[in-house]
């Protein structure tokens, strides 16, 4: 008979283990719901521009000859390139395929292409013909936004600077702060600038992760700025190691569809994990206690120690995400741990929330995705503009 009853209380407790388990789960996906609600209108933009308008433009864009970027992120600690490739070189490429013609993105404005510059990055090679002793070279460290993402060069934020300044952009998608750091080290003592301008944005907050471990590997290496580059000077190159490593990765990765979702089984899989529940708990605990990040203060940090080898003034920057496309419920705090840890330092801290989000109706940020609009660009480069003539 006791043993019947413990196989009862067993049961039971079971049951109810479980019963509290399940309307967690049915909890966790109400509560996405309930948050998704605000972004789902962008979402329905994004998705139906993927689906109708990108593959189309990329398919178009390949045929013409266009490859897709090798973003430097595919090489991160967070990919299978990573473990496949990166891993096992003693330099991790933060620069895409030079001299390649390639497609970018489109977000309302067409689909972007251009030909990269001869080390990989979004210029025209003519700004490596007149860097070398260079007095007035400026450069520009950050991720897409930077970059000047789904817009013609000539409204990226470094082209606003062509008129005073050799502007240099180190800038490409995905990038982190723990690239930024890597970017620092490597090109502040090749181009010796005159600014160093790097620009966060919110989703470079990896709090408690160390987001980009795999660029720490350029970090630990003293020569690395010389290690990157099989020729330094008016006919600067980078090595044959980082070329050799770009072409492995790009005979390897094969670019997702766009506009693909996973099936409702993987969709609903998810749920038992309650990711909901656990962000919105975490996010509750950061709002309380926010600190600023460790690769955050490792790009500042070594941007900073760059900067005093190499005499350059280092000016940092915050882009907000948009309200509408990609709502942000860290972004202040991370703003604000940003803006004291710079300022502690005595150094310029530029806010562009106002300037963006002051431009009517949205227009601060591209029709259809996350990015700025060429109006948005324009305001940054504004602000940069007022900070430097400070300087001068």
Known sequence: MEKN????????LLITVTSIYFILVVGDYVLHLSIYSNVREAQKIITKKKQTEDRVLFK???DNGYSPIMLPYLYSDSSEIYKQITKKKEIVPVTAQPNRNVYYCNEGYGLIKFETDKLGFRNQ?????????NQNNIIFIGDSYTAGACVDAEFS?????KNKFNPINLAWDGNNPSMYASLGKIF????????????FYGNDNTYNSPDGFAFWKNLDNENIHEQYFKEIGNNIEVSNEVLDTIKEVENYYI??????????????VRYLSLPTLRRTIKIAYLKLFFKIPFTTKLAID????????????????FIPNSDYWEPNPLLNQYKESIKNYVLEKNFEFVDFSDSINKIDDRKGYAPKGTHLSPA?????????????????
């Open 5 to 12: 009853s413990n196989i009862f209380k067993y049961l039971l």
């Open 60 to 62: 178009e864009a390949k």
């Open 125 to 133: 090679n003519e700004v490596w013909k007149k860097y070398y002793k």
């Open 157 to 161: 934020i470094p082209y606003f600077f």
């Open 188 to 199: 502040i003592p090749v181009i010796k600038p005159k600014y160093v301008i790097t620009i």
């Open 255 to 268: 670019p997702p569809k766009p506009g693909v979702r996973s099936n409702i089984f993987q969709r609903g």
């Open 302 to 317: 070594e941007i900073e120690k760059q900067c005093q080898k190499h005499n350059c003034i280092p000016i940092f920057g």
């Open 376 to 392: 948005g660009y324009e305001a940054v480069a504004s602000d940069l503009k007022r900070v430097i003539k400070e300087y001068n």
